[in-house]
């Protein structure tokens, strides 16, 4: 079985830059989730999609948007970058609620 | 809005004392989750609780649900300097999308 795995590990972009983020779900998942965790504080939900479909989102602006593909991967999308937006992302996958396995995160730093 | 809080914040405890972390959450739900996070790492799982009632234990660590009272408890036995680490709550709604609101995390440190 395998686990979530993210990549890049650690970024680093300019403000108003664009990136992409990247997770594999575990094997027999078919949910992500992303979620946002500033320095110091608890993670922050993003969105999640379910079979390729939004299904849920929270409190963030437009420009953080997503995919699922078939194989129940995704990406993370931030658009037109803010010094704010450094953290630790972190995606986790589900079957239900049994369980959240989450990825190692990427570490998201603007300048 | 559902929230969730964790208290105390911080926590420094010598090793072999015991000590309890408390997670309150404002609406009705039936199952809590309890993550460990060490500095610049992910979340680690330590304990999903099911039901009213429900005690769970790893280690030095036990965890127990009331849904009634809305309050989840992490009971730390006789503190060794590994458990050093941030430790979250989180609860998820029984109803819509699964999504999982945490607590604001205590950060443990265990003095030698």
């Known amino acids: 079985e395998t686990g979530v795995t993210q990549s890049p590990t650690h970024l680093i972009k300019t403000r108003g830059q664009q990136v992409t983020l990247r997770c594999s779900s575990q094997s027999g998942h078919n949910t992500v989730s992303w979620y946002q965790q500033a320095l110091g504080q608890g993670p922050q939900f993003i969105f999640q999609?379910?079979?390729?479909?939004?299904?849920g989102r929270g409190n963030f602006p437009p420009r953080f948007s997503g995919l699922q593909f078939p194989n129940y991967s995704s990406e993370l999308n931030v658009n037109a970058l803010e010094l704010d937006d450094s953290a630790l992302y972190l995606c986790?996958?589900?079957?239900?609620?049994?369980?959240?396995?989450f990825g190692s995160g990427t570490r998201l730093t603007v300048v | 809005e559902l929230k969730v809080e964790q208290n105390p914040l911080f926590l420094s405890m010598q090793e072999g004392k015991n000590y309890t972390i408390y997670c309150n959450y404002s609406?009705?739900?039936?199952?809590l989750y309890w993550y460990r996070q060490d500095p610049g790492k992910s979340l680690e799982s330590l304990f999903v609780l099911l039901s009213n009632g429900a005690v769970k234990q790893e280690g030095r660590l036990m965890a127990s649900l009331d849904t009634k009272a809305r309050l989840s408890t992490l009971h730390i036995t006789a503190a060794v300097h590994d458990l050093s680490a941030t430790y979250f709550c989180?609860?998820?709604?029984?109803?819509?999308?699964?999504?999982?609101?945490f607590g604001t995390g205590t950060r443990l440190t265990i003095i030698p």
């Open positions: 609406t009705t739900s039936d199952r």
């Open positions: 999609y379910y079979r390729e479909e939004e299904n």
């Open positions: 989180a609860v998820d709604f029984p109803f819509g999308n699964e999504k999982l609101t």
């Open positions: 986790a996958s589900s079957k239900g609620r049994d369980g959240y396995t």
